[in-house]
């Protein structure tokens, strides 16, 4: 089916020159930090970019390693790390490692890697490094003076493999904020080993478009001046409409021009929500004008728009809701009558990505989708979206 609703594509439409521009950094080590709102098509976009590149990869999430409210295992953080990085050298070096246990564990994986490091790589500091990690682990012990040595294992398995470069992908790299319980320095520590490393590039991304930013260019920030920072937008009108387009003709459905325009300026450019049109088009055999406006009541809508919001505070959901009833759009002064909860408020949303600020002062949500789905809720009257908009604390 050309439409999709849920995991990302490793062949994403229309974002060819996003995936050169990716490349040809990554190819140079330059670093690159890829950021953009929830759903835009980040990860697509480094699918797609890394398999392209031909080049050897380690990607993972920072968002795994979230425990709870904010805890971090940093452990199985560490572990992940050491795990990827040494399979991809093992496969490098010729072997197709097999893990026995089907197992989410990475700790439990790297138990297993050691056997294979130890016959097939012949690099007795890193078996020695990989032992010690497991010693500490099964101790319940701090990882933390280990994390140095981790972080120096793809420049020496490029150097000893003779591998020109390699990549380190990190999605929603933000998170490791929460590392910091574990390991204060862990941001310093990190720039302070990659940015020595010539063999390697660090791509990494994130939707928390304000949290990711405060780390790369905060003045302060140990990643300031590092990254090259490539911002992901919406799709333009064309490429909206060209993607409707082909999808509907693929699928043998007949949709007027008239249609999708209605599609495209309700959902604007966000690949997800044009996958969701797409797919209720083919199956349900509605029109888009029906489907449309059903869609803020959709299970899939529900499901996305409303595990974001759980997450913040009230004065943000607060805040969101109002910016939603003024149309997505609003000035400080029209958001509520607490400057305080009003300034916290936007805050969290700019930092979240849910909110972008605009010239002269003007903070606007940057998914439609939420503004539909909040005004449908007030519609409703006690329909979900205002329900939980009411908020707890969070
Ligand atoms: N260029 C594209 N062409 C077709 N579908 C796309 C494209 N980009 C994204 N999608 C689809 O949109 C959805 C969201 O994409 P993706 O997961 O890559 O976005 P993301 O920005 O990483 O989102 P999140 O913030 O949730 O991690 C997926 O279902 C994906 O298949
Ligand atoms: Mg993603």
């Known amino acids: 089916m050309w439409f999709i609703y849920g995991p990302p594509t490793s062949n994403p439409f229309g974002r060819d020159e996003e995936i050169r521009t990716l490349i040809g950094l990554v190819k140079n080590g330059q670093p690159v930090s890829l950021i953009g709102p929830r759903r835009i098509g980040k990860t697509s976009i480094i699918l797609a970019s890394l398999s392209r590149s031909s080049l050897p990869y380690v990607l993972f999430s920072a968002e795994e390693f979230i425990k709870n409210e904010r805890g971090f295992n940093f452990q199985e953080f560490l572990s992940a790390y050491v795990s990827k990085v040494t399979n991809l050298a093992l496969s490098l070096a010729g072997l197709k490692f097999q893990f026995t246990e089907k197992t989410r564990s990475y700790l439990k994986q790297l138990r297993e890697l050691i056997g294979g490091v130890k016959i097939y790589l012949n690099m007795p500091e890193i078996s020695a490094l990989i032992d010690i990690i497991l010693d500490k682990a099964e101790r319940g012990k701090e990882l933390d003076e280990e994390f140095n040595r981790v972080l120096d294992l793809p420049q020496i398995f490029a150097e000893r493999l003779g591998i020109e470069r ?25 720039r302070s080993k990659w940015q020595f490393q010539r063999n390697v590039s660090y791509l990494i991304s994130g939707s928390a478009v304000g949290m990711l930013k405060e780390i790369v260019s905060g003045k302060e920030q140990p990643f300031y001046q590092f990254f090259y920072s490539m911002k992901v937008n919406p799709f333009n009108r064309e490429t909206s409409r060209n993607f409707l387009k082909k999808g509907f003709e693929t699928e043998g459905i007949n949709v007027s021009d008239h249609e999708i325009e209605a599609a495209v300026d309700y959902v604007d450019g966000f690949p997800a929500w044009l996958n969701l049109v797409g797919i209720k088009a083919v199956i349900e055999r509605r029109s888009i004008r029906q489907i449309l406006e059903d869609l803020p009541r959709d299970e899939n809508v529900i499901n996305a728009i409303e595990g974001d919001i759980r997450k913040l505070s009230p004065s943000a959901k607060s805040v969101l809701r109002k910016l939603a009833t003024l149309g997505g759009k609003g000035r400080l002064k029209d958001l509520g009558d607490d400057v305080w909860t009003v300034n916290r408020g936007i ?48």
């Open 347 to 394: 805050s969290q949303l700019t930092r979240y990505g849910y909110v972008e600020k605009e010239e002269r002062g003007i903070y606007r949500i940057v998914d439609p989708m939420v503004v539909h789905y909040l005004n449908q809720g007030y519609k409703d009257g006690g329909s979900k979206g205002a329900e939980n908009l009411a908020g707890r604390d969070g």
């Open 166 to 190: 390699l990549i380190i992908a990190i999605d929603e790299f933000q998170y490791l904020k929460y590392a910091k319980q574990s390991l204060p320095e862990i941001f310093h520590l990190m």
